[in-house]
């Protein structure tokens, strides 16, 4: 079995993305946009469904102003509750990882609120004055200075 280039690999999959037309997907179709659409105004969609219109006809206002399935055909009603489906899917996903995230003692928590150190223990507001510190060449010969006895040549 031939061993597997892996910088290789990353270089043909950089070209193929460089390459890919603009409005293609990785799969070769056309990127509509359609389930970005769906995703941004899925409470609107939803909500037009509730007050009454039905899926296909909520797709065929859709195909009206040019939201398109990946191979260009008019969006169906089927076409449509699939990808809210997909969209309500991802949305559980998403909030199911952050509430298992929000458990976790190891992470840090990004919600609530920041930690602080007590006035007694906090870095004092003035900073030092540069000129105060020593250079790099002041730090090293004070370490050279520490090494000078065993530096010393025994002498007959």
Sequence with gaps: MPKLDLARLSRDLACLRRDRPPGVGPNGRSATGAMAIVRDNLAKLESLHAAGASWVEIAATLAAQNVRHGSGAALTGRQLTGLIASVRRQQRRREAKLAQRATRPDL???????????????????????????????????QLASLDSLLKEDKP
């Design 108 to 142: 840090p928590n990004t919600g609530g609120p920041r930690l602080t150190l007590a006035a007694d223990l906090a870095a004092p507001r003035s900073a030092p004055v540069l000129s105060a510190l020593p250079t790099e060449d002041d730090l090293r010969r004070q």
